[in-house]
């Protein structure tokens, strides 16, 4: 292997930062969320602000000695944007209070609709007039259609236009400004030629009231669609019953008590509870009496039942599909496999994907660019348009083969109110958030976690795959086949007795072998375990050594050629007392059944698949071949920190890695490729370390977990083209782009629902993410 560079380390004490979660509300477009995280990072303490507009949530690390969480959040409500630190435990609670603020948000919007739509409705019916050739009574009076249009201003667009004018005043303007600008410089510019009638101008009372009409259908579909993005999330939390039977300890001779019902966020580790079928099974736990059958379709995707009996480990939120069983709690409140899932998950979708940059950098300055652009359109079409194109003054009617004058300014007018409204800074601040939303929220439904949206981005790019061997490739149960020595016996005892100090595949099968052949343990002391080389320990007063050639070489214990010649394919552990070796345990670990099916569907991907192990070099040769990879492919008899300096090789040769592992040896390579990916059944250092976690005990999630990646990440381009696109057309159009050619004029109704429809579809682009079908 060739010389791998140094790694260089930076060590950052973490202990005095802790990072804090907001609720925070009153977030409307892109804008608002960067006004919240400048105003997050000006205060005193902060290191970093993320802020999600699709679920409304900011975390914020800060330095615990310089920063309240209800002071900043007592800030950020002054300024208009309501906001609640989020408690530990709270989760359950948060959930209950977001549904039920997001069902008065709906309640309202609807209401606000229905006095809207009763609104355009009347108005459209007073236009009729234009149709039929005589003006209907009341309904088409210039004066009725004033009285629709400072409704329409002062009920259901009273919250636009209030909301709008308190941001641009705080000096963030949001959508509501735009949207408000508009509508209110139609509205009064209609009253001005309504009042005074010389100067010739045209009322369009019916715009402010369409404006408004279209832009509340869109908010409303936009909100109905993000609270559907979310519940995949709320969902997970509503698993976590809210209730546990506590009961005394089970014994053999009476196992039935009377149980005491409890807060489930109050069960203490060690406590005994009674689960009933079709009960939820409230913290994680081992069952100490009775046999049942359980769903973890939540946990794990699999919707088979799993047979659970004594010692069985279950999980909070799986349910008890059959027998009465009686557990004792192992991990209790936030340290539950389910809690830990949706902390995963909710700081995944905090996460940003780099390619959000582009779009955060835009909408820091998008709202006042709009408004400069509005304000050039009317100078322009005011002072220069109409003198050049004289012709753009004679509109159609509404029959369209007659036409009416229109003065300068109006038109002038119109067109800058339908720049202010078309531009749409939501479908840049909702493009990525939602797709990650939906992404990280379907991913946990199929047992994959993926960490966030840079992970996404890393995932799209990759081009290499290296696997750890033991445990990922294989069944991680290995079998003791030969016990090769002068006296077996005392080989076996030795090498159960250190071994019974460390927590290994190779520990539990050495350990299983000693079992089956009743073999007594010595008595032992100071056992040490060196990851990915073997394990010491004193064994009745004289040093024993279980592990590799260079574990047992490092303490100078000699090891003749021909104990090593016949070891043929198989892992080899060697055992040596007092520094004389004793023999070898010859091990054999198979292959899992999908791993050459993996390893051929990654390949097909266009992925290269690399094989990395701590084993010696000649067992790494027959995996590789059993998995169809060339000898160039595989790197064996790697120590655990050597793992991380052949990814960093790869990843100097221009290599894009992700490495797939389960055990506390994997840890390093997992955090220094690009991608981690992490077996949930491995070891927790595993799982922590790594970018991508597996709930189940499956290979194939491998490529599931890259497909779904590469299809959230397109997901993102795919709505961050459109949130560009969508503005870099539609406000040139807007401005009258196209009206001295073709005659083109978009109203300012018009552009107030294209606005409302890019908005919506940037989310239910987001949405089609459901309809993936796991491979």
Same mark, same amino acid.
């Given at each position: ?410 038109? !002038?007018?119109? =067109? #800058?109110? @339908?720049? *202010?409204?078309? $531009? ?5 601040? &909702?493009?990525?958030? /939602? ?67 460390? !927590?290994?595949? =190779? #520990?539990? @099968?050495? *350990?299983?072998? $000693? ?5 007594? &343990?010595?008595?032992? /002391? ?75 569907? *990654? ?8 094989? &990395? ?119 040139p159009v807007a401005a009258g782009l196209l009206l001295p050619s073709l005659g083109i004029i978009l109203s300012p109704g018009a552009a107030g629902a294209l606005m409302a429809f890019s908005s919506v579809s940037v989310v239910t682009n987001s949405l089609l993410l459901r309809r993936s079908r796991p491979t």
């Open positions: 292997m060739q010389d791998v560079p140094k790694i260089k380390t930076t060590i950052i004490n973490q202990s005095s930062l802790e990072t804090i979660t907001l609720d925070v509300s009153g977030m409307k477009c892109a804008g608002c969320v960067k006004a919240v995280e400048r105003q997050l990072t000006q205060q005193k303490g902060v290191i970093s602000a993320r802020v999600n507009l699709a679920t409304e949530v900011a975390t914020v690390k800060c330095k615990t000695d310089l920063l309240d969480p209800n002071t900043i959040a007592q800030k950020l409500t002054e300024n208009g944007f309501p906001t609640q630190p989020r408690l530990a435990h709270s989760e359950t609670n948060v959930v209950k209070k977001q549904t039920e603020r997001h069902r008065q948000e709906i309640e309202q919007q609807i209401w606000r609709i229905a006095i809207a739509s009763l609104l355009l409705i009347m108005s459209s019916i007073g236009h009729l007039g234009h149709f039929i050739g005589s003006e209907i009574p009341i309904l088409g009076n210039i004066w009725f259609h004033a009285v629709l249009a400072s409704i329409a201003l002062l009920v259901p667009g009273r919250e636009i236009i209030i909301d709008g004018a308190r941001s641009l005043l705080q000096n963030a303007p949001n959508m509501n400004t735009l949207v408000g600008l508009g509508a209110v410089t139609a509205y009064t510019a209609s009253i001005i030629a309504l009042l005074f009638p010389q100067l010739g101008w045209e009322c369009f009372f019916d715009e402010p009231v369409m404006i408004l009409g279209f832009i509340l259908l869109g908010k409303t579909l936009e909100q109905q669609a993000r609270y559907r993005a979310a519940s995949t999330l709320h969902s997970l939390i509503a698993l976590q019953p809210a209730t546990a039977s506590l009961v005394s300890r089970p014994n053999n001779s009476n196992n039935s008590s009377e149980s005491l019902e409890i807060p489930a966020s109050q069960v203490k580790v060690g406590e005994y509870l009674q689960v009933l079928p079709g009960e939820k099974f409230p913290v994680d736990g081992k069952i100490c009496d009775g046999k049942t059958t359980v769903d973890e379709s939540m946990l794990t995707g699999e919707s088979m039942l799993v047979v659970k009996e004594f010692g069985g480990n279950v999980a909070a939120g799986t349910i008890n599909k059959s027998g009465t069983i009686v557990m004792q709690a192992t991990r209790t409140g936030s340290e539950t496999t389910l809690a830990q899932i949706v902390k995963l998950v909710e700081t995944a979708q905090t996460r940003k994907a780099p390619i959000q940059n582009l779009a955060d950098t835009v909408a820091g300055y998008f709202t006042y660019g709009v408004m400069t652009i509005a304000t050039v359109t009317f100078l322009f079409w005011y002072f220069v348009g109409t003198n050049i194109w004289s012709h753009v003054l004679q509109i159609p009617n509404y029959e369209g083969m007659m036409t009416y004058s229109t003065s300068p300014l109006v038109l !002038s007018l119109k =067109l #800058a109110i @339908a720049v *202010l409204v078309i $531009a749409c800074p939501c479908t840049l601040g &909702l493009a990525t958030p /939602t797709a990650i939303l939906v992404g990280s929220g379907v991913g946990a439904q199929r047992g994959l976690l993926i960490k966030g949206g840079d992970v996404l981005e890393k995932v799209h790019e990759l081009d290499t795959i290296v696997f750890d061997k033991t445990g990922t490739l294989t069944t991680g149960h290995p079998t003791v086949t030969d016990i090769v020595g002068n006296n077996p016996e005392l080989l076996l005892q030795v090498a159960a007795t250190v071994e019974s100090g460390t !927590s290994h595949p =190779l #520990a539990e @099968a050495i *350990l299983q072998k $000693a079992q089956q052949e009743n073999v007594a &343990l010595l008595s032992a /002391t100071d056992f040490y375990t060196e990851p990915g080389l073997g394990v010491s320990a004193i064994v009745d007063g004289k040093l024993a050594l279980v592990g590799n050639l260079e574990w047992l070489k490092k303490y100078e214990v000699i090891v003749e050629q021909g104990n090593i010649s016949t070891l043929t394919d198989k892992t080899a552990v060697y055992v040596s007392l007092d520094r004389v070796l004793l023999g070898v345990v010859k091990v054999s670990d198979a292959l899992r059944d999908d791993a050459l099916v993996t390893v051929k569907d *990654l390949q097909s991907m266009g992925l290269k698949v690399m094989l &990395l192990t701590g084993d010696r070099s000649c067992v790494a040769e027959i995996v590789a071949q059993q998995l169809g990879l060339t000898a160039e492919d595989v790197l064996g008899e790697v120590p655990p920190a050597g793992k991380a300096e052949v990814i960093a090789a790869l990843q100097s040769k221009g290599q894009k890695v992700g490495m797939v592992g389960d055990g506390i040896n994997d840890a390093p390579a997992l955090a220094e490729a690009n991608v981690g990916i992490g077996m949930q059944t491995g070891t927790d250092v595993a799982v922590e370390a790594a970018d991508i976690v597996l709930m189940q005990d499956k290979l194939m999630d491998v490529i599931e977990s890259i497909k779904l990646s590469r299809a959230t990440f397109n997901k993102i381009r795919e709505n961050l083209f459109w949130a560009f696109a969508y503005n870099i057309v539609g406000i």
